[in-house]
């Protein structure tokens, strides 16, 4: 019964808990966050804030998709160049950016208007 408890109790105290946020055509890791049990509790108000700058972000996002695109490629750029972002993650983001880009993920729609 004891031997129970205890694990129980160290299974408990190993528990953690990780937030990772990722670019959205990029999708590069940005932030990670991770702590033992509770410590979210601690971090509630700073997760608040940075929802609300996510949702502003979000408002202000340029019209066109080509614009966002640019947008995000010099983001992650900033990112690369001021060590946040390895190259190699750079890298596969931009890969991933282009291919969002490209005409073949466009719909037929856009493709054929950009042909006129």
């Known amino acids: 019964m ?16 990780t937030v990772i946020l990722f670019s959205t055509h990029g999708a590069a890791r940005l932030l990670e966050c991770a702590g033992g049990l509770g410590t979210f ?17 979000s408002a202000a996002r340029r019209r066109t998709r080509a614009e966002h695109l640019r947008d995000e490629m010099r983001e992650h750029l900033r990112l690369k160049e001021i060590g946040v972002l390895p190259a190699g993650e750079y890298e596969t983001a931009k890969v991933r950016i282009l291919d969002q880009h490209s005409p073949a993920a466009q719909p ?5 208007s950009t042909r006129l």
Request: aromatic share 8%; hydrophobic share 60%.
């Open 41 to 57: 509790r601690v971090l509630r108000q700073f997760m608040a804030k940075l929802a609300a700058h996510i949702q502003l972000a």
């Open 2 to 17: 004891v031997v129970w408890q205890l694990a129980t109790l160290l299974s408990v105290y190993r528990t953690t808990e």
């Open 108 to 112: 037929a729609i856009a493709r054929a």
